[in-house]
């Protein structure tokens, strides 16, 4: 499968888990540091694939976390707030990663201009949907659709999917929504279905990559590219 790495698209989301696992979970937590240690490892692991053949890369940068509802129903960080009910500070964490995620596909298309580094922004889709909910068809854009209540209907002592337990004598226990139609996220910062619609939307039309790129153009060269070699393959049997 080697001789096929370089007729392939390769599509990356990293750094959501670093942050909103293990941001501000210390009162010295270094913003710029965790997001340089995201950055260098996101950058070795580009470089490996880079090293075996992978030539077209699509990176999603991170959604604004700040508006997810397991960060809301978390008390890390300095609890301020932004217009429209999001996290500042973690918001503000993801925003530092995107412009480093950035500044790193400039760097490595210089570097490695063989290839394609393309970024695919599902930030400001995801941020136009909590500002204006109704063009998604969105209701409850700051709610989880599984959760265990509260504000956001997100529990972090209960979470979607995990036990019911006790705590402080209410008995916790995660339900689902109606409709997840109407909600972007989930449970804790995953999309709902519907809303991945308009994530898909944004790579498969090219309005959220850049540099341009027409992926559906890519896939069907990349078919006829394997076809060719695969029936060459079988010639030599």
Do not use: F, H, M
């Given at each position: 499968m080697a001789e096929h790495f370089s007729e392939s698209i390769y599509f990356f989301e990293a750094g959501s888990n670093d942050y909103s696992i293990y941001g501000f979970t210390t009162d010295d937590y270094d913003t710029s540091a965790s997001v340089n240690t995201t950055i260098a490892y996101m950058k070795i692991a580009f470089e490996a694939l880079y090293t075996v053949g992978a030539r077209i890369f699509i990176v999603m940068n991170v959604v604004p976390l700040g508006c997810a509802p397991g960060i809301l129903a978390d008390n890390r960080g300095n609890g301020t707030y932004d217009a429209y009910g999001c996290r500042a500070d973690f918001n503000d964490l993801a925003d530092l990663h995107n412009n480093r995620l950035a500044?790193?596909?400039e760097d490595l298309r210089a570097d490695?201009?063989?290839?394609?580094?393309?970024?695919f922004d599902a930030h400001s889709i995801y941020m136009d949907a909590v500002r204006n909910p109704s063009n998604y068809g969105v209701k409850y854009p700051l709610q989880a659709c599984c959760g265990a209540g509260g504000p956001y209907n997100?529990?972090?002592?209960?979470?979607?999917?995990?036990?019911?337990?006790y705590v402080n004598g209410t008995y916790l226990q995660w339900t689902t929504c109606d409709d997840p139609s109407l909600y972007i996220v989930w449970d804790t910062i995953h999309p709902v279905e519907s809303f991945g619609y308009y994530l898909a939307q944004g790579v498969l039309t090219g309005s959220h990559l850049t540099p341009s790129f027409d992926i559906l153009e890519a896939v069907q060269?990349?078919?006829?590219?394997?076809?060719?070699?695969?029936?060459?393959?079988?010639?030599?049997?």
């Open positions: 500044e790193l596909l490695y201009p063989e290839a394609q580094w393309i970024l997100c529990r972090t002592e209960v979470s979607c999917a995990d036990n019911p337990k060269s990349i078919k006829t590219a394997v076809s060719s070699s695969d029936k060459a393959y079988q010639g030599e049997q």
